[in-house]
């Protein structure tokens, strides 16, 4: 198992520094675009720009400029933004950090608890009206596009039923933990449902089919031939091997989003997360910002496709072989 984990986790450090150097390539080495005259500014003079591309090492062969893009982006922490003139861009990233992950935490543990209990309802429930019913909630979570039902929520919340029935409801924007929980909690709840709500009947969808096919399993039809009671059998055996599913795909949508992929809600309701610095970057081509984030969400997509993987390998050694 230990030769296993490292094996993967060697992979993904491979993995890791062909995405570094994919995005350098695409960012920094692209014919016709000169990054030492953006950083620099405009109307930078001959003298400056010349500074800048010894600095960067953009008048030496590609390799040296990568490493010494690596070097200010990872070890002297130097590197600043095109836009914001000055301003770190790992700084940005670090203070951004804690917003991503407070969204997504929050959210994550909402659609577990709902996609879980409404896919466990649904499948044990096979052939009756709470199935469809169930079923019918999912689909309409996951129809909902984010970004139109925070805008929706924005709108009832924040202006339509404010003065009246959502007068506790705080602006838009967010609150650090360290200025109380409650607070903290109040600004992320809006957040929360709208994220929670697309990943619930997503989840609820997947455990309602992997729960019908496990208990229809050999093993489930000893279960009963010994006795055992209907709701044993299904927490017990059905439903412990239809979440392997489940965690994988839990992995694997954690890592994403707290690698930026939360960007529309981050947007939609003014948290200045990963997704949104992201986002701001994007608009003004801020490519040390854009460069810095997708390698932090790459990080974060590589490491839970790793955990996964040793997860998987955890529950079934098979996978150790192969």
Request: hydrophobic residues 55%; proline residues 5%; aromatic residues 10%.
């Amino acid at each position: 198992m230990i030769g296993y984990i490292l094996r993967r986790f060697g992979a993904a450090l491979l993995v890791l520094f062909a995405i570094s150097v994919l995005v350098f390539l695409i960012f920094f080495a692209t014919p016709g675009v000169d990054p030492a005259a953006r950083i620099a500014g405009k109307n930078a003079d001959p003298a400056t720009l010349a500074q800048v591309r010894a600095s960067f090492g953009f008048d030496r062969p590609l390799p040296v400029q990568y490493a010494l893009m690596m070097k200010h982006l990872f070890i002297s922490h130097d590197l600043t933004s095109f836009v914001n003139r000055g301003t770190l861009v790992i700084p940005q990233i670090i203070e951004a950090v804690p917003v991503t992950l407070s969204l997504v935490v929050g959210a994550a543990v909402i659609w577990m608890v709902l996609g879980v209990g409404m896919g466990t309802l649904a499948g044990a429930m096979r052939g009756t009206l709470v199935d469809p019913l169930v079923m019918l909630l999912g689909v309409f979570g996951v129809s909902l596009p984010v970004y139109w039902l925070g805008e929706v929520v924005n709108l009832i919340t924040q202006k339509q039923l404010h003065d009246s029935v959502f007068s506790w409801v705080p602006p838009l924007g967010y609150v650090p933990m360290s200025e109380g929980i409650g607070q903290w909690a109040l600004h992320l709840l809006f957040p929360w449902l709208t994220l929670a709500l697309l990943y619930a009947g997503i989840y609820a969808r997947l455990l309602r089919g992997e729960l019908i096919n496990a208990l229809n399993e050999d093993y489930v039809r000893t279960a009963r031939a010994k006795g055992l009671s209907e709701r044993r059998i299904l927490v017990k055996h059905a439903l412990r091997c239809s979440l392997i599913p489940i965690v994988s795909l839990f992995g694997l949508d954690f890592g994403a989003l707290v690698g930026g992929a939360a960007l529309l809600t981050e947007v939609v309701f003014g948290l200045p997360g990963v997704g949104k610095l992201t986002y701001q970057a994007l608009q003004n081509l801020d490519l040390p910002v854009i460069m810095g984030t997708v390698l932090y969400a790459a990080f974060f997509v590589v490491l839970a496709n790793a955990v996964v993987d040793v997860l998987y390998a955890r529950l079934d050694p098979r996978v150790r072989r192969a």
